[in-house]
């Protein structure tokens, strides 16, 4: 792994904008107030050839006891233990505040490398207001502008400086990683459910809905191979979203979401599906991602005659996801959650299965004979051939004479004929339906090198 380059500071300094300047791209919410990013938050950067991994944090703030503000300084903790560099970013604008000096005196006793960095020195008359940070007892300063880049190189390069010398790359064969996101409304488990696959409190889990904000990717390798775990914001329904960090929360959840090669999507088992999770998964069909259904917090169930009931209600509420395989798990319990990668790569291999062109016509001569489409005013509606021309989803083109005039209720009949001919558990799938191209006649007289 490339060396680690942890952000901290007390909370609202700019560690967020200096994270997103830092790795050349915005991935982290950022906002004008204190306590905005919660969990670790990590990104690959590269200066000048030489990679390197960033972990932003959740503002520290010492002698916070209980409630969500110790459960992100916790995180903060774990960031640095892990570090091989700390960058300790102050507002100038600000100055030393008690609290930094307490950081500073946490990050002394933390025995890592340290870069002092006071951001929000925009100005060439803003300069005077890092000179603060010797106080400290530091050697050096590095006044930056995160929101406008100025200093980030000077800061780049010391970083480079500091960092351990690079290793050989591993060479590694097989599959890229499985970007696996846990998606679903607030407080249904997801966080939860990502520490118990890792084993680890990597993400920040309370009771209070909206907890998880930026979208937090962790690698993680079962049986072999490597995924990616993608924690996402609760999404609710944008009219009942008020904050507006919530607001940008739900759209880079919805981003992970493209992003993702499958998606698990997670559903309270103990209150049943609703309205909300329809939403949510209709997003996921849509964007034809894999999907598996995570019915969480099975432990709230009394016995099987409370899982029927659930489960009838999902076939009732999300009827257009039924090629997607459910599961029944408890997070708290540890019941079922690894089930979710055994169905994820399951969903994986059919999301990118190509079915051979003669084994898939064979097939449909034999759906077309037995019960062929409707006719379009009064003639034939001719079906000629069906090809498979995309995969992750499978998508399939058939020729027809007159593909306007091919019902919705035909169209389900073919994909329902092919799934069951076919494993594509956990994939959704595409059909199209085009004109035959007419033959061109020849003209009297033509030659045929005409």
């Known amino acids: 792994m490339p060396p680690l380059v942890a952000i901290v500071g007390r909370p609202n300094v700019g560690k967020s904008t200096l994270f997103n300047r830092l790795i050349g791209q915005r991935t982290a919410i950022v906002e004008d107030q204190p306590g905005v990013t919660r969990d670790r938050r990590y990104a690959e950067g590269d200066w000048n050839g030489r990679v390197f991994r960033l972990v932003d944090t959740g503002g520290l703030a010492p002698g916070e006891g209980a409630g969500i503000a110790a459960l992100v300084h916790q995180q903060a903790r774990q960031a640095i233990d892990e570090a091989d560099l700390v960058l300790f970013v102050i507002d100038a604008q600000d100055g030393l505040t008690p609290t930094d000096r307490e950081v500073a005196d946490m990050l002394r006793r933390s025995g890592r490398p340290l870069l ?29 502008s995160a929101a406008h880049g100025r200093g980030i190189g000077d800061l780049l390069d010391a970083m480079i400086a500091l960092l351990p010398p690079p290793e050989a790359p591993a060479t590694t064969a097989g599959e890229a990683p499985l970007r696996l996101a846990f998606v679903g409304k607030p407080n249904v488990g997801k966080s939860s459910l990502v520490n118990r696959l890792l ?54 959840a919805e981003r992970a979401l493209a992003r993702a090669d499958i998606c698990a999507v997670v559903i309270d088992a103990a209150a049943g599906p609703t309205e909300q999770d329809a939403r949510l998964a209709g997003l996921v069909e849509a964007a034809g991602r894999a999907a598996v259904i995570v019915l969480n917090k099975s432990d709230l169930l009394r016995g099987q005659g409370d899982e029927r009931q659930v489960r009838g209600a999902l076939a009732d509420q999300l009827p257009f996801m039924s090629w997607a395989a459910s599961l029944t798990t408890s997070a708290r319990t540890g ?26 016509n064979r097939l449909f001569e034999g759906i077309v004979e037995r019960h062929p489409p409707p006719g379009v005013r009064g003639t034939a509606n001719r079906l000629y051939y069906i090809t498979q021309v995309e995969v992750r989803p499978p998508t399939f083109v058939v020729s027809a004479s007159h593909p306007e005039g091919i019902p919705d209720s035909y169209h389900r009949y073919l994909i329902k004929e092919i799934r069951e001919a076919f494993d594509f558990t956990g994939a959704p799938i595409r059909v199209r339906f085009h004109r035959r191209p007419r033959k061109r006649k020849a003209r009297p007289g033509a030659s045929s090198d005409e």
């Open 335 to 360: 019941q079922g959650v690894t089930g979710i990668l055994d169905a994820a790569l399951k969903a994986r291999a059919n999301h990118s299965r190509r079915v051979a062109t003669g084994a898939l």
């Open 116 to 144: 002092a960095v006071a951001n929000k020195v925009d100005r060439t008359e803003h300069e005077s207001l890092a000179n603060e940070m010797y106080r400290l007892g530091v050697e050096v300063v590095h006044g930056v």
């Open 199 to 252: 084993g680890a409190e990597r993400v920040l889990v309370h009771d209070q809905p909206g907890t998880t904000r930026d979208p937090i990717d962790t690698p993680f390798e079962y049986r072999g191979q490597q995924f990616v775990l993608v924690d996402t914001a609760g999404i609710r329904r944008r009219q009942k979203i008020d904050a507006p960090v919530e607001r940008v929360a739900v759209i880079l």
